[in-house]
């Protein structure tokens, strides 16, 4: 079942180390929104987890945003969607569609985003919606699902260094605006995150 035993995940770098990273699945509403997005895309970039998509949680971020923002050129969007897959080898979940017509959510629209953690053995959903991804219809897969906040506060628990350099490396590439430390904080309060922010300002300084 999936999540149940982290420690035996292999490493797609090092066939033979074990991976004990999390592994999470994005919903696409977290892809859709950039700051979020960007940080646990960092994250990840730093090891501190592992995240998975599938194309069809692709298709339904790019699709939203296409429709709010008609202004930004398909090729733009599709540009995006190549660099957000190329942040992040191994990142593309298949094989997971036959388990969609057996799961249960309260809107079956869901129900491909935990068939695709199931099939990738992940640990949780990282989605804005947690009430579409009930505990109890997550606990016998062994998952939970957790706001992309709370995760990042989880692994501020794990690597706190870590995660203050991953947002560092991210501020230090931000441009037209920059941002000083203070000014991050204060843009992924604002997007999102306003528990990570308030946990991270006692690091300021490292950011």
Known sequence: MSG??????????????????????????????????????????????????????????????????????PAKIDALRRAIDASAPDCLVDGYQPLVSRLSLPDAEDRHVLAAAIHCDADLVVTFNIRDFPKRQLAPYGLSAESPDRFILRLIAIAPDAVCEGLRRMRGRLRNPGYEAEELLDLIARRGLPQTARKLRPRMERL
Request: charged content about 30%; glycine content about 2%.
């Open 4 to 73: 149940r035993d982290p420690a035996n995940r292999r490493s797609a770098n090092d066939e033979g180390a074990i991976d004990r990273r999390l592994v999470a699945v994005l919903d696409a509403c977290v892809l859709f929104a950039a700051t979020p997005r960007d940080v646990l895309l960092e994250l990840a970039a730093a090891g501190l987890y592992r995240p998975r998509w599938t194309e069809r949680i692709h298709a339904e971020w790019t699709t939203s945003l296409s429709r709010v923002r008609p202004d930004i050129a």
